[in-house]
Structure formats: C-alpha cells, structure tokens
C-alpha cells in the first residue's frame, strides 16, 4: 500500500469535518423542532467522532506536514466541541448555549 500523501491527508481530515458538520446540524434541528431522540442522536453522534478518530489516526508520520497538523487541530477542537453536545445529550441538559462559531473551517 502507498504511503499517504499530505494532500491526500488534508483531504481526509476535511471530509471528516464535514461528517461531523452534518452531526452538529443534526443535533440542532432536532433541538430546534423539539424531536430528540436522544438514543439516535448519541448513535449517531459517537459513530461520527470515532470516524474522525480513525482517520486522524491512519495519519502516517511521513504526512504530518504543518498545515496537515494544523488541519488536525482545527478538527479535534470541533470533535471536542461536538463530544461537549453528546454529553450535554447525555445528561438531558439540551438547553445549553450553542457555539456556532466553531461551525466554519479554523483552518
């Protein structure tokens, strides 16, 4: 199997956003509508936040350049943000403030 490329690692990390985009939208409208099913929701949630695990940790070294780096911090701050969401979920606390500035690339 080839190595992967930096290029090809920025690509993945984006795509892994993205994913965790549509969850974060998805956890808004249902809060927005009043149509939680939070069982669904922590489902589908976890599912995204191990994707974007499992891509950051198929990062060879060899790919780590500085804006594949950076792209990887930007995307493990969103994943902190979205873990912040399930556990409010969790705990049925689905009022808390929403950090919508963390829903543009930082990166």
């Known amino acids: 199997m080839p190595a992967m490329s930096p290029g090809t690692a920025l690509r993945n990390l984006q795509q892994a956003q993205a994913g965790l985009k549509k969850v974060r939208q998805l956890l808004r409208l249902a809060r927005e509508s009043g149509d939680v099913d939070p069982a669904r929701l922590m489902k589908v949630g976890w599912e995204g936040l191990a994707k974007a695990h499992r891509v950051i940790a198929e990062i060879p070294v060899e790919a ?44």
């Open 64 to 107: 780590a350049t500085e804006p594949v780096m950076t792209r990887q911090l930007a995307l493990q701050r969103y994943m902190t943000a979205l873990l912040v969401r399930l556990r409010r979920l969790a705990r049925n606390e689905l009022d808390g403030p929403e950090d919508d500035e963390m829903d543009d690339d930082e990166a």
